[in-house]
């Protein structure tokens, strides 16, 4: 693996807090299996292929099936996923594409599904894996795995 930086040997002062909040996440109550697959759709959209990787063998480990977890990229054209779960990857999808004229319609539909606690769990769960794609894109040299625990 080539890297430019590490993010986690070269500022862990900021690498273990944002270890801790993705942890805090992962303990908020949200379903572990809807972390993982928000955390795959995000990935793919921002082309973090580590992440890719990690996430859809966390969401297998964690009962998804090879269908649901290739499905993924095709959300809104699949009908294996739940509404909630379809609200949820909206709501990644606008954030992380900053989508400003489709925020109120998908947080009309999370509302559908989700308090308000959920929602700003799954807000932060978006922003934290985008956080994690960016510093994953920046130390990784094309070509190579992201050596970075999340």
């Not at 969401?59 to 809104?76: C, L, M, Y």
């Not at 996923?81 to 709501?91: G, Q």
Request: proline share 3%; charged share 20%.
């Amino acid at each position: 693996m080539a890297f430019r930086f590490t993010v986690a040997a070269d500022a862990p002062s900021l690498y273990t807090p944002m270890l801790a909040v993705t942890r805090a996440i992962r303990g908020s109550g949200l379903p572990t299996g809807l972390i993982h697959l928000i955390d795959l759709r995000v990935s793919q959209i921002n082309g973090c292929t580590y992440c890719i990787d990690m996430h859809s063998k966390e969401a297998r480990h964690d009962g998804q099936s090879d269908q649901r977890i290739a499905a993924v990229a095709e959300w809104e054209r699949s009908d294996l996923f739940l509404p909630d779960e379809r609200a949820a990857f909206a709501w990644a999808e606008v954030l992380t594409r900053t989508q400003h004229d489709r925020i109120d319609e998908a947080y009309r539909e999370l509302q559908r599904h989700f308090n308000v606690e959920q929602i700003a769990q799954l807000t932060a769960t978006v922003a934290q894996i985008n956080a994690w794609n960016r510093i994953g894109i920046a130390q990784h040299i094309e070509g190579t795995a992201v050596g970075m625990a999340a």
